[in-house]
């Protein structure tokens, strides 16, 4: 399969606080975004790349996609974007006591839920990129350690996982339970 794109990975120093690493000082990779393409640069890098619609048509319609998208997943409903994912809003909320306590009060916030589908599965974007070191700089969980890119957590098997943005992208929620999409692979 053709790669088609280069992921950048820092190192990082974590020490879990669960699973089998807890409490031990372990190095990971996580990713690193070293620069970010703004929505107006994304709508000329489709217009510059074969597309036979113009800046004006491919930005009109992809703003229209997106109020369209948030009105639908604010109304709760899940909209499948053909391959790109599965889209839906979630919620956290503190622990009442008993079921009669549990109110709107309850819910603290709420996220977008992206899950991805096969072809954008962890395992088929992970044949598609090539993986290299971005420069040579380390940090820790302890300091200062992350500008200039993301960071990711650990997980329970010794993994990293990536967030961020108000998305998840797996992860425990309070309550104990799993949303977001596929784990590290």
């Known amino acids: 399969m053709e790669q088609k794109g280069t992921l950048k990975y820092r190192k990082l120093q974590r020490t879990p606080q ?46 229209d996609a997106l109020d369209h998208l948030q009105e639908l997943i604010l109304d709760g409903k899940s909209v499948r974007l053909s391959d790109l994912g599965l889209f839906s809003i979630g919620m956290t909320s503190k622990a009442e006591d008993t079921k009669e306590k549990v109110t709107a009060a309850s819910v603290e916030g709420v996220h977008l839920i992206v899950r991805n589908t096969k072809s954008w599965s962890n395992s088929e974007l992970r044949k598609k990129c090539k993986i290299q070191e971005y420069g040579g700089y380390t940090g820790t969980d302890e300091g200062s350690g992350t500008t200039g890119g993301t960071s990711g957590g650990t997980g329970q098997g010794g993994d990293t996982s990536q967030g961020g943005s108000g998305t998840t992208g797996g992860g425990t929620q309070p309550g104990g339970s799993q949303e977001g999409g596929d784990g590290l692979e």
């Open 18 to 63: 669960s699973g089998e690493n807890a409490g031990k000082k372990k190095w990971y990779a996580t990713a690193v975004t070293d620069r970010e393409v703004d929505f107006e640069g994304f709508v000329s890098h489709i217009s510059d790349h074969g597309s036979p619609y113009s800046r004006g048509t491919i930005h009109g319609v992809l703003m």
